[in-house]
């Protein structure tokens, strides 16, 4: 059976319809990041309920949500803005949400460490000494990093010997190069 | 009393068939979400009041949003199924008119679920906050009710017209932050092809779904309403409702009944 024709009125309101959503669209300013606007995380017991027993989704999910708000693809103010403090909090927390994962390492070590204001830096670096301390063997690459961004980066090498001799006292499976670092 | 005319006739059938069932369903919902707010406000160690508005918005939003979806999906397949699409048609009433009518009754039944929502929230809300953020919800619910009716015309099954739903409202709320994602240094190698194929194929599709992270956010709940959003959300449901009419339109014209 052929289908009924598709009145001229009908393929008009589609066309008319479609035209107006990308002009609006590209009437809109592209998404942009907020790093002002950080809120504080939520305590460490309403994350678990909030998780639904699956507390490494949830932290990727909150790790993305994060990243959304600190990336900066073109003019604005940067993530080197951002109140690190309560950056650091939000880290720590989706640490504890799931202490395998390695993306908040990471995203402190590769990019919030890499900001050009050195009290930032450091405090950057000094989460990652912290948190190097709960599992030695899984984050001794973020530690080893900050040695280096330490000594060359920031030129402090009194602090960069100060993670070096972390590493090297922690021992177990860290490899023998990184643990020479000192 | 004049009679109404038929397609507003259809508006109100709609309405007051899912009118006598619709709000308790929605009072069911507000009525979980209050007590898993309340539970949660009870552990939070600060800004309880906050903590539960904030949690309550969020839980009525997507909760209305998915109901709405599926209850839209299965009463128009219902009518399909049951051959109460045809015999509309078979009196003085065209098939834009029906569809205007469905999309009217639904319209009305979203601003129903809307309201409630709003009044449970607003014990919670600053100033203004509950109503922007149900007069967005209804706009959001709105967009979600006209996608949903479209997409029965196009799948002839509950499930599947309901996962279309679904697929369409989370990649609408999703879009932007994917976006700032993609162009952020984690990424990685940016120049390569498929990265830049990834980029492209969001930035496309950015101008074809309606950007819903905008909406309703829990954050008019907390810290009050930002009034400067309101141009864009009517505005951005006033252009992508006339999309969906006319899709909805197209396939319902293309159906042989």
Redo the contacts between chains.
């Keep these: 059976?052929?289908?009924?024709?598709?009145?001229r009125?009908?393929?008009w309101?589609?066309?008319?319809?479609?035209l107006?959503?990308?002009f609006?669209?590209?009437l809109?300013p592209?998404?942009?990041?907020t790093g002002e606007g950080l809120p504080r995380p939520?305590?460490p017991?309403?994350l678990r309920?909030a998780s639904l027993g699956e507390p490494e989704a949830l932290a990727r999910v909150l790790m993305?949500?994060l990243?959304?708000l600190d990336?900066q693809?073109g003019a604005g103010p940067a993530y080197r803005e951002m109140d690190f403090a309560r950056l650091e909090e939000w880290l720590e927390r989706l640490l504890a949400l799931d202490p395998r994962g390695q993306v908040p390492l990471?995203?402190a070590s590769?990019?919030y460490a890499d900001v050009s204001d050195p009290v930032r830096r450091r405090r950057m670096l000094n989460f990652i000494h912290r948190m190097f301390h709960a599992d030695p063997a899984r984050r001794w690459p973020w530690l080893a990093h900050a040695v280096i961004v330490a000594r060359y980066g920031m030129g402090d090498p009194a602090l960069a010997l100060a993670f070096a001799g972390s590493l090297k006292r922690a021992g177990g499976e860290i490899p023998s190069w990184a643990r020479e670092m000192e | 009393m004049a009679p109404l005319p038929p397609w507003l006739a259809v508006a109100r059938f709609t309405l007051v068939e899912e009118g006598r069932r619709l709000p308790w369903l929605v009072l069911a919902v507000a009525l979980t979400g209050l007590l898993l707010a309340l539970f949660a406000g009870s552990l939070a160690i600060a800004e309880a009041r906050q903590t539960e508005g904030a949690l309550l918005a969020a839980f009525l939003r997507l909760s209305l949003v998915l109901l709405l979806a599926l209850w839209v999906t299965a009463s128009q397949m219902g009518e399909i199924r049951e051959k109460r699409l045809e015999m509309a048609l078979a009196g003085p009433l065209s098939r834009t008119g029906y569809y205007l009518g469905r999309l009217l009754g639904w319209a009305s039944a979203a601003a129903l679920c809307a309201l409630v929502a709003s009044l449970v929230l607003t014990p919670f809300a600053g100033e203004g906050g509950a109503w922007l953020w149900g007069l967005s919800l209804w706009c959001e619910l709105i967009l979600i009710a006209a996608f949903s009716l479209a997409a029965t015309f196009s799948f002839s099954q509950v499930p599947a017209g309901f996962a279309a739903a679904a697929g369409f409202y989370l990649l609408a709320r999703t879009l932007g932050m994917l976006r700032v994602i993609g162009e952020g240094p984690l990424m990685g190698g940016g120049e390569a092809l498929s990265t830049r194929f990834l980029d492209a194929f969001m930035e496309g599709l950015a101008f074809l779904l309606p950007d819903l992270s905008r909406f309703t956010r829990a954050t008019w709940i907390v810290y009050g309403p930002e009034g400067g959003e309101l141009p864009f959300i009517l505005g951005q449901t006033g252009v992508y409702l006339l999309l969906l009419a006319g899709v909805g339109l197209f396939d319902l014209h293309r159906k042989s009944l």
């Excluded at chain 1, 059976?1 to 009145?7: D, L, N, S, V």
């Excluded at chain 1, 309101?13 to 479609?18: A, D, I, K, N, R």
């Design positions: 059976m052929t289908p009924p024709a598709i009145p009125h009908v393929a309101v589609v066309g008319l319809g479609l107006s959503q990308v609006f669209q590209a809109q592209p998404p942009r990041a939520p305590q017991v309403m309920l993305l949500r990243l959304s990336y693809s990471i995203a590769r990019l």
